[in-house]
Protein backbone atom coordinates (compact mmCIF):
# COMPACT_ATOMS: atom_id res chain seq x y z
CA UNK A 1 0.00 0.00 0.00
CA UNK A 2 0.83 3.52 -1.12
CA UNK A 3 0.67 7.00 0.79
CA UNK A 4 -0.04 10.45 0.02
CA UNK A 5 1.00 13.25 2.15
CA UNK A 6 -0.01 16.94 1.26
CA UNK A 7 2.52 19.35 2.21
CA UNK A 8 2.02 22.05 -0.66
CA UNK A 9 0.24 24.60 1.59
CA UNK A 10 1.43 28.14 2.45
CA UNK A 11 0.58 27.65 5.76
CA UNK A 12 -0.68 31.05 5.73
CA UNK A 13 -2.54 30.52 9.35
CA UNK A 14 0.84 30.32 10.29
CA UNK A 15 2.62 33.48 9.57
CA UNK A 16 5.40 34.79 10.29
CA UNK A 17 6.60 31.30 10.88
CA UNK A 18 5.92 30.31 7.02
CA UNK A 19 7.30 33.19 5.47
CA UNK A 20 10.79 31.40 5.06
CA UNK A 21 9.95 28.13 5.67
CA UNK A 22 6.85 25.43 4.83
CA UNK A 23 4.03 24.50 7.31
CA UNK A 24 5.33 20.69 7.03
CA UNK A 25 8.81 21.91 8.44
CA UNK A 26 7.41 23.79 11.20
CA UNK A 27 8.39 22.15 14.89
CA UNK A 28 6.03 20.68 16.82
CA UNK A 29 7.59 19.02 20.22
CA UNK A 30 11.11 19.16 18.68
CA UNK A 31 9.86 17.04 15.25
CA UNK A 32 9.05 18.68 11.83
CA UNK A 33 5.15 19.02 11.46
CA UNK A 34 5.29 15.92 8.55
CA UNK A 35 7.29 13.62 10.63
CA UNK A 36 4.29 12.72 12.53
CA UNK A 37 2.70 11.59 9.65
CA UNK A 38 5.49 9.56 8.24
CA UNK A 39 5.50 7.59 11.12
CA UNK A 40 1.85 6.77 11.46
CA UNK A 41 2.44 5.62 8.10
CA UNK A 42 5.35 3.71 8.85
CA UNK A 43 4.38 2.26 11.74
CA UNK A 44 1.83 0.61 10.12
CA UNK A 45 4.10 -0.40 7.08
CA UNK A 46 3.28 1.97 4.59
CA UNK A 47 6.64 2.82 3.33
CA UNK A 48 6.34 4.04 -0.24
CA UNK A 49 5.18 7.99 0.04
CA UNK A 50 4.75 10.87 -2.15
CA UNK A 51 4.65 14.17 -0.81
CA UNK A 52 3.42 17.00 -3.07
CA UNK A 53 5.59 20.33 -2.53
CA UNK A 54 4.97 23.89 -3.24
CA UNK A 55 5.70 26.72 -0.50
CA UNK A 56 9.71 26.30 -0.14
CA UNK A 57 9.37 22.77 -1.35
CA UNK A 58 13.10 22.42 -1.48
CA UNK A 59 13.30 22.58 1.89
CA UNK A 60 11.03 19.27 2.74
CA UNK A 61 12.80 17.42 -0.17
CA UNK A 62 16.34 19.01 1.43
CA UNK A 63 15.70 17.95 4.70
CA UNK A 64 13.51 14.26 4.18
CA UNK A 65 15.66 13.20 1.09
CA UNK A 66 14.44 10.02 -0.23
CA UNK A 67 13.77 9.22 3.31
CA UNK A 68 16.44 6.34 3.97
CA UNK A 69 16.95 8.40 7.58
CA UNK A 70 13.33 7.29 8.60
CA UNK A 71 12.82 3.62 6.39
CA UNK A 72 10.87 5.07 4.12
CA UNK A 73 11.25 5.63 -0.10
CA UNK A 74 9.80 9.03 -0.33
CA UNK A 75 9.41 10.24 -3.83
CA UNK A 76 7.78 14.30 -4.49
CA UNK A 77 5.35 15.75 -6.95
CA UNK A 78 6.08 19.32 -7.29
CA UNK A 79 3.38 21.64 -8.02
CA UNK A 80 4.36 25.27 -9.70
CA UNK A 81 0.86 26.29 -8.47
CA UNK A 82 -1.30 25.20 -5.84
CA UNK A 83 -3.51 22.34 -7.60
CA UNK A 84 -5.78 21.59 -3.83
CA UNK A 85 -6.50 18.05 -3.16
CA UNK A 86 -7.95 16.94 -6.28
CA UNK A 87 -5.49 18.29 -8.60
CA UNK A 88 -2.66 17.08 -6.28
CA UNK A 89 -4.16 13.74 -6.56
CA UNK A 90 -4.99 13.69 -10.03
CA UNK A 91 -1.15 15.11 -10.43
CA UNK A 92 0.11 12.07 -8.88
CA UNK A 93 -2.04 9.37 -10.47
CA UNK A 94 0.97 7.43 -12.34
CA UNK A 95 2.55 6.39 -8.68
CA UNK A 96 -1.30 6.01 -6.73
CA UNK A 97 -3.11 4.35 -9.47
CA UNK A 98 -2.29 0.68 -9.34
CA UNK A 99 -3.77 0.09 -5.34
CA UNK A 100 -5.92 0.88 -2.65
CA UNK A 101 -3.71 4.31 -1.02
CA UNK A 102 -3.70 6.49 2.11
CA UNK A 103 -4.11 10.51 1.55
CA UNK A 104 -3.07 11.82 4.80
CA UNK A 105 -3.14 15.99 5.40
CA UNK A 106 0.16 17.61 7.36
CA UNK A 107 -1.42 20.02 9.68
CA UNK A 108 -3.10 17.68 12.42
CA UNK A 109 -1.64 15.03 14.58
CA UNK A 110 -4.14 12.06 14.86
CA UNK A 111 -3.40 8.87 16.93
CA UNK A 112 -5.25 6.66 14.59
CA UNK A 113 -5.21 2.72 14.25
CA UNK A 114 -4.62 3.26 10.70
CA UNK A 115 -5.02 -1.22 10.49
CA UNK A 116 -8.28 -0.76 11.95
CA UNK A 117 -9.47 1.52 9.33
CA UNK A 118 -8.24 -0.33 6.60
CA UNK A 119 -9.84 -3.24 7.66
CA UNK A 120 -13.00 -1.00 7.72
CA UNK A 121 -12.24 0.10 4.21
CA UNK A 122 -11.79 -3.57 2.47
CA UNK A 123 -15.07 -4.86 4.38
CA UNK A 124 -17.22 -2.16 3.16
CA UNK A 125 -16.06 -2.62 -0.50
CA UNK A 126 -16.06 0.88 -1.09
CA UNK A 127 -13.91 3.54 -2.94
CA UNK A 128 -13.80 6.07 -0.29
CA UNK A 129 -13.51 5.81 3.43
CA UNK A 130 -12.93 8.94 5.42
CA UNK A 131 -11.24 9.02 8.43
CA UNK A 132 -14.20 11.60 10.36
CA UNK A 133 -14.53 12.62 14.33
CA UNK A 134 -17.07 14.14 16.50
CA UNK A 135 -16.85 17.93 16.76
CA UNK A 136 -18.98 20.56 18.30
CA UNK A 137 -18.11 22.94 15.54
CA UNK A 138 -18.58 20.54 12.59
CA UNK A 139 -20.64 22.75 11.18
CA UNK A 140 -18.54 25.62 11.09
CA UNK A 141 -16.02 23.62 9.22
CA UNK A 142 -18.11 21.36 7.36
CA UNK A 143 -20.08 18.90 8.68
CA UNK A 144 -20.74 14.80 6.98
CA UNK A 145 -23.76 12.73 7.74
CA UNK A 146 -23.45 8.83 8.45
CA UNK A 147 -25.98 6.18 8.65
CA UNK A 148 -26.16 3.55 11.40
CA UNK A 149 -24.30 1.45 8.47
CA UNK A 150 -21.64 4.62 8.25
CA UNK A 151 -22.21 5.10 4.72
CA UNK A 152 -21.71 9.01 4.28
CA UNK A 153 -25.88 9.59 3.71
CA UNK A 154 -24.93 13.30 3.61
CA UNK A 155 -21.35 15.45 2.09
CA UNK A 156 -21.47 19.22 2.53
CA UNK A 157 -24.49 20.18 0.97
CA UNK A 158 -25.17 17.49 -0.73
CA UNK A 159 -27.28 14.22 0.06
CA UNK A 160 -26.78 10.58 -1.53
CA UNK A 161 -30.17 9.40 -3.61
CA UNK A 162 -31.30 6.88 -1.54
CA UNK A 163 -32.06 8.08 2.22
CA UNK A 164 -29.91 7.42 5.15
CA UNK A 165 -30.39 3.47 7.20
CA UNK A 166 -31.47 4.62 10.75
CA UNK A 167 -30.74 7.53 12.43
CA UNK A 168 -27.38 9.87 11.29
CA UNK A 169 -24.55 11.49 13.01
CA UNK A 170 -22.70 14.31 12.15
CA UNK A 171 -19.43 14.32 12.22
CA UNK A 172 -15.98 15.93 10.82
CA UNK A 173 -13.26 15.17 8.49
CA UNK A 174 -9.75 14.56 10.43
CA UNK A 175 -7.45 14.56 7.01
CA UNK A 176 -7.18 11.04 6.56
CA UNK A 177 -8.73 9.33 3.85
CA UNK A 178 -8.26 5.79 2.45
CA UNK A 179 -9.07 5.62 -1.25
CA UNK A 180 -9.46 3.32 -4.30
CA UNK A 181 -7.53 4.16 -7.62
CA UNK A 182 -11.69 4.62 -9.43
CA UNK A 183 -11.53 7.62 -7.63
CA UNK A 184 -9.76 9.17 -10.32
CA UNK A 185 -12.77 7.81 -13.31
CA UNK A 186 -14.71 10.58 -11.40
CA UNK A 187 -12.06 13.35 -11.85
CA UNK A 188 -11.74 13.15 -15.91
CA UNK A 189 -12.47 16.65 -17.11
CA UNK A 190 -11.90 18.45 -14.08
CA UNK A 191 -9.71 21.84 -14.31
CA UNK A 192 -5.84 21.47 -12.99
CA UNK A 193 -7.20 23.10 -9.91
CA UNK A 194 -9.74 21.04 -7.87
CA UNK A 195 -11.17 19.61 -4.84
CA UNK A 196 -12.04 16.41 -3.63
CA UNK A 197 -13.92 17.17 -0.54
CA UNK A 198 -16.28 19.90 -2.81
CA UNK A 199 -16.37 18.27 -6.44
CA UNK A 200 -15.23 14.90 -6.75
CA UNK A 201 -16.80 13.28 -3.04
CA UNK A 202 -20.09 14.95 -3.66
CA UNK A 203 -20.31 14.08 -7.51
CA UNK A 204 -19.75 10.44 -6.60
CA UNK A 205 -22.17 10.79 -3.71
CA UNK A 206 -24.44 12.06 -6.14
CA UNK A 207 -24.09 9.26 -8.60
CA UNK A 208 -25.19 6.79 -6.00
CA UNK A 209 -21.55 6.01 -5.30
CA UNK A 210 -21.47 4.25 -1.25
CA UNK A 211 -18.90 6.41 0.49
CA UNK A 212 -18.05 5.55 4.23
CA UNK A 213 -17.24 6.77 7.38
CA UNK A 214 -14.67 5.45 9.67
CA UNK A 215 -16.09 6.82 13.25
CA UNK A 216 -12.84 7.56 14.90
CA UNK A 217 -12.52 8.85 19.10
CA UNK A 218 -9.43 9.22 19.95
CA UNK A 219 -6.77 11.96 20.21
CA UNK A 220 -6.69 15.05 17.37
CA UNK A 221 -5.23 18.08 17.24
CA UNK A 222 -5.16 20.74 14.68
CA UNK A 223 -1.82 22.22 14.04
CA UNK A 224 -2.63 25.16 11.91
CA UNK A 225 -2.10 27.70 14.02
CA UNK A 226 0.90 28.27 16.67
CA UNK A 227 -1.96 28.57 19.10
CA UNK A 228 -2.83 24.87 18.10
CA UNK A 229 0.78 24.09 18.24
CA UNK A 230 1.58 25.15 21.39
CA UNK A 231 -2.23 23.05 22.51
CA UNK A 232 -0.63 19.94 21.02
CA UNK A 233 2.87 20.17 22.87
CA UNK A 234 1.62 20.71 26.30
CA UNK A 235 -0.84 17.93 25.68
CA UNK A 236 2.28 15.84 24.90
CA UNK A 237 4.46 17.17 27.44
CA UNK A 238 1.63 16.15 30.33
CA UNK A 239 0.89 13.10 29.19
CA UNK A 240 -2.42 14.10 28.08
CA UNK A 241 -1.75 12.95 24.05
CA UNK A 242 -0.62 9.28 23.85
CA UNK A 243 0.79 9.18 19.77
CA UNK A 244 0.98 4.75 19.83
CA UNK A 245 3.66 5.06 17.08
CA UNK A 246 6.46 7.15 18.40
Not at 12 to 25: E, H, I, S, Y
Amino acid sequence: MKAMVLAAGQGTRLRPLTNDMPKALVSVAGRPMIEYALLLLRHYGISEIMINLHHFGEQIEDKLGAGEQLGLEISYSEETELLDTGGGLLKAKPFLQDETFIVINTDALIDLDLARAIAFHKLKHTAVTLILRPDPDADRYGSIDIDSNAQISRFLTTHAPSPPLGPVRKLMFSGVQILEPTIFEYMAGMPQKFSTTRETYPKMLAAGEALYGFRFDGFWQDLGTAERIKQAEEKLARGAANLHYL
